[in-house]
């Protein structure tokens, strides 16, 4: 389900992606637990498996993708640090992305977004109590 919704993003408007980052957000983190974190984080990597082919068709998918993870992180759904795990390991084959450079491409847009919604100090509060270093994710891209 969570693979589906942010798959079918790619081709709508900021708007709507925003709108469905709010709802994997609210259903995450509602009391009755309609969706838990394990279920979210499966539904993730589903899409970052797909992501290669993905941006053949939509070649903002990356930056689309990091919009949403940039929402899911600062609502402290799932941390930097896991996201990070899920982005450096996708593709088809395990870090495949990373190799043809579009980690890079998902991480960067998510940062970005972090600085721009929620300001330079907390993006890089949020970098340094994640562990994450950047350039782990852009060393394989030549």
């Known amino acids: ?48 498996t797909t992501l ?12 689309f993708l990091g919009r949403i993870f940039a929402r899911v992180i600062t609502e402290n759904v799932i941390p930097l640090r896991e996201m990070g795990r899920l982005i450096h390991e996708g593709g088809e ?13 998902v991480l960067g847009s998510a940062s970005e977004i972090i600085a721009t ?6 993006l890089n509060e949020i970098l340094t109590s994640s562990n994450l270093r950047l350039e782990d994710f852009s060393a394989s891209r030549s």
Not at 4 to 14: A, G, I
Not at 117 to 122: L, M, P, Q, R, T
């Open 93 to 105: 084959e395990p870090g495949r992305l990373l190799e043809v450079g579009l980690a890079a491409d």
């Open 117 to 122: 919604e929620k300001g330079i100090s907390v």
């Open 52 to 63: 290669e082919d993905a941006v053949c068709d939509y070649p903002r998918a990356p930056e």
């Open 1 to 48: 389900m969570v693979s589906l919704w942010v798959v079918d993003s790619f081709e709508r408007k900021d708007v709507q992606r925003d709108l469905l980052a709010t709802l994997l957000v609210n259903l995450t983190k509602s009391r009755e637990g309609l969706l838990t974190q394990g279920q979210l984080i499966k539904g993730f990597e589903s899409v970052l």
